[in-house]
């Protein structure tokens, strides 16, 4: 069975500070790997994912993940945070074997202090 | 624009009563998803729809309905049998072509019992 776990409910940060939200996953099969972020009130927005390649994975906003097959981790990472950037953050994971089913984590929050 | 259009944002549910939660996208995309957002529990699968005509159930299906009669409508019911419907309830749309690809959101309906 497919899940996803978010270990963090909430991360802080000041502004300017490199941030990390970590991601572990369990799949069968190759996963494809995606983040989001939402923002009050609103849907989901996609930030990157992760399908095949190079581990590094860059998206918007300065965002980037790393795929770590051994460790089944897909960690999001920014080198310079912004105020702007707080928010709640979803993974997400599909198995490659088929199917349209995407699993996402519990969410986390991101607090980035000026 | 294209996008996802959810109404109401907001909907209030008397006991007994069933209510009908509207997606809409101009996507053209083949699958629509309902998903179902509850503070620390990410968001979990209600129903989704591969194509006009057909639609499975996800991890949460009981108490819901759903119906796929049109390619950019995917309408959810929340009936009586739905004992907790509180939540906030997101809308997503994907293209067919591969499973790699990600969803799109609407802005979601926040659901409130009376």
């Known amino acids: 069975a497919q899940s996803v776990a978010q270990p963090e409910d909430q991360v802080n940060v000041a502004e300017g500070n490199p941030l990390t939200v970590k991601c572990t996953y369990s799949v069968s099969g190759n996963p494809y790997l995606f983040w989001y972020v939402q923002y009050p009130n609103r849907g989901l927005q996609f930030l990157l994912k992760y399908i095949t390649g190079d581990n590094l994975v860059k998206g918007s906003y300065g965002f980037e993940a790393e795929f770590n097959k051994s460790q089944t981790s897909f960690h999001l990472k920014k080198p310079s945070a912004l105020v702007s950037d707080s928010a709640l953050y979803f993974c997400a994971v599909r198995a490659n074997t088929g199917g349209f089913k995407t699993i996402f984590g519990a969410g986390t929050r991101l607090f980035v202090k000026a | ?114």
């Open chain 2, 1 to 114: 624009d294209g996008g996802i259009t959810q109404s109401p944002k907001y909907l209030f549910r008397k006991e007994g009563q069933n209510v009908t939660l509207s997606c809409e996208q101009n996507l053209n995309h083949d699958a629509m998803y309902w998903y179902r957002q509850d503070p620390g529990q990410g968001l979990r699968l209600i129903y989704y729809s591969q194509i006009v005509n057909d639609f499975q159930k996800g991890d949460i299906a009981e108490g819901y309905s759903v119906s796929r009669e049109k390619k950019e409508s995917f309408p959810l019911t929340v009936t009586s049998a739905q004992k907790n419907p509180t939540a906030f309830y997101l809308c997503a749309s994907s293209t067919r072509r591969a499973n790699n690809e990600k969803l799109f959101f609407g802005s979601g309906t926040q659901l409130s019992v009376l």
